[in-house]
């Protein structure tokens, strides 16, 4: 059984920053792609930000130049650091793991964390 960790949320305000977390529970030998959604109230879930097996990475127009999406295969956890936060940003944040291969028998998953919650003031 496989779970992904996310910590790293909380309350701040319009302007602060917070870096979030995603912890894989097994090692990993390698990856298709981490991602990480975001959903507000009353709002669809969205993608905010991806990271291949390669490296490249991806953003929503909204996250631009605010967000870093990053990984370390050795702690086997992918991160988001978030900076210049406004309202907007207020959602559950949650990673989502594409095609996880692991180091002990490379076995393959698929799957979300639980959540974070991510609540910015204004």
């Known amino acids: 059984q496989v779970q992904l960790v996310e910590s790293g949320g909380g309350l701040v305000q319009a302007g602060e920053s917070l870096r979030l977390s995603c912890t894989a529970s097994?090692?990993?030998?390698?990856?298709?792609?981490m991602e990480w959604y975001r959903q507000a109230p009353g709002k669809q879930r969205e993608l905010v930000a991806r990271?291949?097996?390669?490296?490249?990475?991806n953003y929503a127009d909204s996250v631009k130049g605010r967000f870093t999406i990053s990984r370390h295969d050795a702690k086997n956890s992918v991160y988001l650091q978030m900076n210049s936060l406004k309202p907007e940003d207020t959602a559950v944040y949650y990673c989502?793991?594409?095609?996880?291969?692991?180091?002990?028998?490379?076995?393959?998953?698929?799957?979300w964390g639980q959540g974070t919650q991510v609540t910015v003031s204004s």
């Open positions: 990271i291949t097996g390669g490296g490249s990475t």
């Open positions: 097994r090692s990993i030998l390698s990856i298709d792609a």
């Open positions: 989502y793991a594409d095609t996880l291969r692991f180091l002990s028998d490379g076995t393959t998953w698929t799957g």
